[in-house]
């Protein structure tokens, strides 16, 4: 998001409207699109559907006052699943590489925050899993895969189960 929102002309409409510019805004992919239908992106929003449609109305309309003049200052256009913000590549180019960064950082520290268990499970396996068990410990508690070495130096695997002679002769 940047400060010139609050100098452009979206400002100056109804808190509505300026809700779902912001809502818009937010979940436009890297393709610009907003995948909604009108009732989800109200939804969203926390707008009804007609305040709602007021605003979509608005933003595909002409605006003489836009600081845009690209498209004429229309702001959005309808397409298949929703809307493409027309002017969003704009917006997007315009981060550098340090709010890039920062944005970044923002973003992951708040996905870190909301999924505690994945951080967990990278940063402190044992706490989670246990410590890993050490080839005595499984040999001990005759864990499967771990063949327990029998007299002669073969394992119990290897051996035969019927006692029989197992040099191979008749």
Not at 15 to 43: D, F, H, Y
Not at 86 to 112: C, F, T
Request: hydrophobic share 30%; glycine share 10%.
């Amino acid at each position: 998001m940047f400060a010139s929102l609050l100098t452009s002309t979206i400002w100056l409409e109804t808190p509505a409207t300026k809700v779902v510019w912001v809502t818009i805004l937010l979940m436009k992919g890297r393709n610009q699109v907003v995948e909604a239908s009108l009732p989800g992106l109200a939804r969203m929003a926390g707008v009804t559907q007609r305040e709602c449609e007021e605003a979509i109305k608005k933003f595909k309309e002409p605006d003489k006052y836009s600081r845009t003049k690209e498209h004429g200052g229309r702001r959005l256009t309808e397409v298949d699943g929703g809307w493409l913000v027309l002017n969003g590549e704009k917006y997007r180019d315009a981060l550098g590489v340090d709010e890039r960064r920062e944005y970044n950082r923002q973003a992951q520290a708040r996905y870190r925050e909301a999924h505690p268990e994945k951080r967990a499970r990278k940063k402190y396996p044992q706490a989670i899993f246990g410590a890993p068990k050490t080839l005595e410990e499984k040999l001990a508690t005759n864990e499967p895969g771990c063949a327990q070495a029998a007299p002669g130096g073969t394992t119990e695997e290897q051996g035969d189960d019927d006692g029989g002679d197992k040099s191979g002769a008749t």
